[in-house]
């Protein structure tokens, strides 16, 4: 049997394919994690990241032997980084880096509507400019998005 584990950093993207139960690597796959910088900032390149993303797990699975034997996958993304998906499941809008700070006017603006208990008790963390809470109300205030009709995705999710 075996698991795989895939690890989306901020810097690198790693897979490993472990044989169970004793957890020996087999085999393991890597890249650099696609960014596109913008006038705006840092944004995670959602398509180059899925499409290696998907060589990845090709390659490891197809290194096996009886590749039937992959038991699941567990995925690890950066942060609070997300994509916003429409109805059809395309990706829509950027996908702001957990590290950019060109949400730190919308902390400011929730800072002044809402206390840090508030918005602790409706999300359950602390209110940070890196949340996705501030990346989708840039979002909002600076693309041409309709909120009502798209879904919120964590990069691990999507």
Not at 19 to 32: A, H, I, Q, Y
């Amino acid at each position: 049997m075996y698991s795989i584990g895939v690890d989306i950093g901020t810097t690198n993207c790693k897979l490993c394919v472990f044989e169970l139960p004793s957890l020996k690597l087999v085999n393991s796959f890597s890249f650099v994690t696609p960014k596109v910088i913008t006038k705006y900032g840092s944004d995670f390149d959602i398509t180059a990241l899925y499409n290696q993303l998907e060589k990845g797990i090709i390659e490891i699975i197809g290194s096996l032997s009886d590749p039937e034997q992959v038991k699941n996958i567990a995925i690890a993304s950066v942060g609070e980084s997300g994509v916003l998906i429409d109805e059809k499941g395309d990706v829509v809008g950027p996908a702001i880096t957990w590290y950019d700070t060109r949400t730190k006017n919308n902390l400011a603006d929730i800072n002044t509507k809402f206390s840090d208990d508030e918005l602790y008790t409706i999300t359950g963390i602390p209110i940070h400019s890196n949340y996705s809470l501030t990346k989708i109300l840039w979002i909002k205030e600076n693309c041409d998005i309709n909120l009502n009709k798209v879904k919120w995705l964590c990069i691990a999710e999507y």
